[in-house]
T-cell receptor, first 112, second 113 residues
Framework: EPEVTQTPSHQVTQMGQEVILRCVPI?????FYWYRQILGQKVEFLVS????????KSEIFDDQFSVERPDGSNFTLKIRSTKLEDSAMYFC??????????FGSGTRLTVV | GENVEQHPSTLSVQEGDSAVIKCTYS??????FPWYKQELGKRPQLIID?????GEKKDQRIAVTLNKTAKHFSLHITETQPEDSAVYFC????????????FGQGTILTVHP
């Protein structure tokens, strides 16, 4: 069964540093998403991406965040200047038909 | 935007019993309601979903019911097994935020052998 692949599985970074979280969606999928989950809390929407542009973003997705699909296969989330409260599990997801998601295994980001 | 409330936050049952988790949503235009199971440290995995043109859907021991008028939907697990122990999340989507899932707060289900 096709999978959404995320790297790294765990990233530790100093506060104020930039991080890039990488995702390889399922190859024929058209819709791409980033969600985050703070430990013990619910999964929260960050951003959706379709046709090479952001289609929707949440209030969490401020100017410190950006997404890119640089080469037609990868889908990246960049956080420019990390804060302690950015520590969370970040899930990438993709879908062929909007809403029918496949989630990746996640990247645990720890900001120290 | 959509708001999804989920109850209970924790649920403890004996093996073989049934478990029911309930969710309410606020956006009457939402039309897609998936349920995810998440084991510790793992990704959310879709276990069943329902669209607003259907009132009930069943897949072996799992069923979901939807009441559009009351804006609530429920997950029913029968003959629970210890491996059903996990966190379960409901979500709503469609309507004004097409493509975006709004999750409930999660229910920690523990099935005691």
């Amino acid at each position: 069964e096709p999978e959404v692949t995320q790297t790294p599985s765990h990233q530790v970074t100093q506060m104020g540093q930039e991080v890039i979280l990488r995702c390889v969606p399922i190859s024929n999928h058209l819709y791409f998403y980033w969600y985050r989950q703070i430990l013990g809390q619910k999964v929260e929407f960050l951003v959706s991406f379709y046709n090479n542009e952001i289609s929707e973003k949440s209030e969490i997705f401020d100017d410190q965040f950006s997404v890119e699909r640089p080469d037609g296969s990868n889908f990246t989330l960049k956080i420019r200047s990390t804060k302690l409260e950015d520590s969370a599990m970040y899930f990438c997801a993709s879908s062929l038909v909007s809403l029918e998601y496949t989630f990746g295994s996640g990247t645990r980001l720890t900001v120290v | 935007g959509e708001n999804v409330e989920q109850h209970p936050s924790t649920l403890s049952v004996q093996e073989g019993d049934s478990a029911v988790i309930k969710c309410t949503y606020s956006d009457s235009a939402s039309n897609y309601f998936p349920w995810y199971k998440q084991e510790l440290g793992k990704r959310p995995q879709l276990i069943i979903d329902i669209r607003s043109n259907v009132g009930e859907k069943k897949d072996q021991r799992i069923a979901v019911t939807l009441n559009k008028t009351a804006k609530h939907f429920s997950l029913h697990i029968t003959e629970t097994q210890p491996e059903d122990s996990a966190v379960y999340f409901c979500a709503g989507a469609g309507g004004t935020s097409y493509g975006k899932l709004t999750f409930g707060q999660g229910t920690i289900l523990t099935v005691h052998p």
